[in-house]
């Protein structure tokens, strides 16, 4: 099965960006959708967005739309968040999770995420 | 924007009790709903997808049920390594799905 290695610690300031990689190894990337989830000090999960590799076309949730970008290299098997216009609130643990992909009738869908990084700290501080 | 809630917030229950926690959607989601585990300082792991199916690997002592709008998680024996908090997930089942998550339940010894 694949395993998702996630880049490490970032400490940046408010208003800057940040640029969070994940790559995959033992296993098939192009059978992925790889997804974000943020959680906060003491909060909940919170979905950010997926992408398809094979396709190259990221989707958002609604919440992080204009100010999130998540991008993936089939080449090096690897995924990219960045996440723009930080502010303290964006403090918090970022994880990577990959959903095997299924086909209907020429669609990928993508239903749960089996698959977890151990999650980057992204610290946004003055 | 469907809206997910679980109930309770947090439990306290010795081992070997049966647990149950409950997750209501805004609106009908079929049975598009999966459960995670968090354990302290680690990343969730599935446990239960499309309702009631478990994961693969995961103890028969973990089940859940329910369709439409209302869900049911349950642990039929509390055991030590299930502290944990435990997330409802729904997905909308369109290519690209979007997916949103309950608060969580956090789950403790007594």
């Known amino acids: 099965q694949v395993q998702l290695v996630q880049s490490g610690a970032e400490v940046k300031k408010p208003g800057s960006s940040v640029k969070v990689s994940c790559k995959a190894s033992?296993?098939?990337?192009?059978?992925?959708?790889i997804s974000w989830v943020r959680q906060a000090p003491g909060q909940g999960l919170e979905w950010m967005g997926g992408i398809i590799p094979i396709f190259g076309t990221a989707n958002y949730a609604q919440k992080f739309q204009g100010r999130v970008t998540i991008t993936a290299d089939e080449s090096t098997s690897t995924a990219y968040m960045e996440l723009s216009s930080l502010r303290s609130e964006d403090t918090a643990v970022y994880y990577c999770?990959?959903?095997?992909?299924?086909?209907?009738?020429?669609?990928?869908?993508?239903?749960?995420?089996?698959?977890w990084g151990k999650g980057t700290t992204v610290t946004v501080s003055s | 924007d469907i809206q997910m809630t679980q109930s309770p917030s947090s439990l306290s229950a010795s081992v070997g009790d049966r647990v149950t926690i409950t997750c209501q959607a805004s609106?009908?989601?079929?049975?598009?709903l999966n459960w995670y585990q968090q354990k302290p300082g680690k990343a969730p792991k599935l446990l239960i997808y499309?309702?009631?199916n478990l994961e693969t690997g995961v103890p028969s002592r973990f089940s859940g049920s329910g369709s439409g709008t209302d869900f049911t998680f349950t642990i039929s024996s509390l055991q030590p390594e299930d502290i944990a908090t435990y997330y409802c997930q729904q997905y909308d089942n369109l290519p690209p799905p979007i997916f949103t998550f309950g608060p969580g339940t956090k789950v403790d010894i007594k």
């Open positions: 999770a990959g959903g095997g992909l299924s086909q209907t009738k020429g669609a990928y869908y993508y239903y749960y995420m089996d698959v």
């Open positions: 033992g296993g098939t990337f192009s059978s992925y959708a």
């Open positions: 499309d309702a009631s």
């Open positions: 609106q009908d989601i079929s049975n598009y």
